[in-house]
């Protein structure tokens, strides 16, 4: 696996090596040991989560409350999508800012998104299954948003507004500007 820190350095793309023959291929998915060596602080994942979404849909952006948040690792599995993370760290050198990367089912990169990051994706194939490891359980009600479109993030989902398919949670979340990050650049959530 070969790992690359992205603009914002804490947002890590995962590259595996392939290993193809007449059968298809194989590549090692994960390894916690050399995973935790690149990232500088240790990773404990213990739940995948796996979604099947339609071309249009559009998850996110989401995180869950500080004592609840959790670090994800995505990966596709089938299709492809627009993987977004919004640095959500009040402080932060980079506080508001978007980084979209494009994870498919051909080169299966993953994205690794710390704790304190709003995340979401839009399917760009005609459906896709999106793996997600994460390093806390779930914890109902304590899941925090932005909305998708807000006008300060400016994302392109790349998907035609008359084609996007969102929940009605979703719809209803926030601006970024009328919500209240508890996350705060200097501590360490680890």
């Known amino acids: 696996m070969n790992y690359k820190?992205?603009?914002?350095?804490e947002l890590i793309l995962c590259e595996p090596k392939l290993h193809e023959d007449n059968r298809g291929f194989v590549f090692e998915a994960f390894k916690k040991e050399s995973f935790n060596s690149f990232v500088g602080f240790k990773v404990d994942f213990c739940q995948d989560n796996i979604s099947y979404s339609k071309y249009g849909v559009i998850r996110g952006l989401h995180t869950n409350t500080v004592d609840f948040a959790q670090s994800k690792l995505v990966s596709v599995l089938q299709g492809k999508i627009l993987d977004v993370a919004v640095?959500?760290?009040?402080?932060?050198?980079?506080?508001?800012?978007?980084?979209c990367m494009e994870l498919d089912s051909v080169e299966n990169k993953q994205l690794f998104i710390p704790r304190g990051f709003l995340h979401g994706f839009s399917v760009l194939s005609q459906d896709a299954i999106v793996n997600i490891k994460i390093d806390r359980y779930f914890a109902a009600g304590q899941s925090i948003g932005v909305k998708f479109d807000?006008?300060?993030?400016?994302?392109?989902?790349?998907?035609?507004?008359?084609?996007?398919?969102?929940?009605?949670?979703d719809e209803k979340l926030p601006k970024f500007i009328e919500t209240t990050s508890p996350f705060f650049y200097e501590k360490n959530y680890y």
Request: glycine share 6%; aromatic share 10%; proline share 8%.
């Open 150 to 169: 807000d006008e300060y993030l400016n994302i392109d989902w790349k998907i035609p507004k008359e084609l996007q398919i969102l929940s009605n949670a």
């Open 87 to 99: 640095d959500f760290r009040v402080g932060s050198p980079s506080f508001g800012k978007v980084i």
């Open 5 to 9: 820190r992205l603009e914002i350095p």
